[in-house]
């Protein structure tokens, strides 16, 4: 079997590491039977993201169809397997990495219950390896443990423990990997998404009833994909979301924030400057520029001075008489006066 040959390979990996008898050696073998899975199925998983993609890009005329063929199931399947053909949309596409886990899981639990816990060979797990491995144990706890026998094995309450602490890091997993999904990178207006939060709380209800009855290397086989699922999710759905959903809008405003950056690098736009509470741009060419003066305005649409009568002229001081003249016009009387006179200038 693939599975007990991988699970094998990775156990003659590690054993200088843990030792062959440590549990550590079998646990983390099944690690690597998980990367070695998940990569596989990679070209899979690229897939199902095209596949997401064009059911959400065919959505629009897809809704047309049910309105239109409301009353007819049958024209109306027709007419949307039409829409496939011509679009190249495969909807079982998504559903592979899934169905193709299926079988992996199975052959796993065979291995751990009918080879490993009975002591019995499969494949290349011959009987010596496969009671060494069933003599292994994680904090006094075996790999084929289950919490539904955790009376069978040597430390009852560490099984129990480590069965209910796994079963919940699996439950959690998985529906936060629903969630991350569903939230971030699923369109409002998909008719889907409604089924799909039904189906984030049901999962992991199940999985967490019938992970009593899983072995502890299942538990951490489905954990570990799991956390796969979810950094996997992550890197796509923060580099190539699907249009429309709050993650293309998230992606849409860094790519803008990341041009802004490069342009204010090489000097396209002008920095910005902290000035007080607001920002203020500096431009190259602002530093040259003179200040600009201010306009002087006319006569007659000065505004009179605080204090000033109607006239415009200043207020008599406290020192001079109300009776008194300005100096020049003072002055101008007094020549004009000697002129009056008769006073001449001498010869």
Known sequence: ?????????FHTLLSPIFGAASGWSWALSIVGLVIVIRIMLIPLFVKQIKAQRNMQLIQPRIKELQKKYAGDREKQSAEMMKIYRETGTNPLASCLP???????????????????????????????LATQAHDASIFGVPIYATF???????????????????????????????????????????????????LMYVFPVIFAVGGFNFPIGVLIYWTTTNLWSMGQQFYVIRNNPQPGTPAAKAHE????????????KNGEIPALVPGGDDATSVDKGAATQNRQQPKRQPKSKRQPKPGTGSTGTKPSTGGTQSGSKPKKQQSKSNKSGNQGKGGKKPS
Do not use: H
């Open 1 to 9: 079997m693939a599975v007990a040959w991988v699970l094998v390979a």
């Open 98 to 128: 899934i169905i193709l886990q299926a079988p992996i899981f199975f052959a796993l639990f065979r291995v751990l219950q009918y080879g490993i816990a009975a002591e019995e060979g499969i494949g290349v797990l011959t009987p010596e």
């Open 148 to 198: 539904a026998n955790a009376d069978e094995t040597p430390f009852p309450t560490n099984t129990m423990i480590l069965c209910v602490v796994l079963i919940i890091t699996m439950s959690a997993t998985t529906f936060l990997t629903q969630r991350q999904l569903i939230v971030k990178n699923t369109a409002k207006d998909n008719p889907m998404v409604k089924q799909q939060k039904i």
């Open 253 to 264: 405003q860094r790519q803008k924030e990341k041009a802004q950056r490069k342009a204010i």
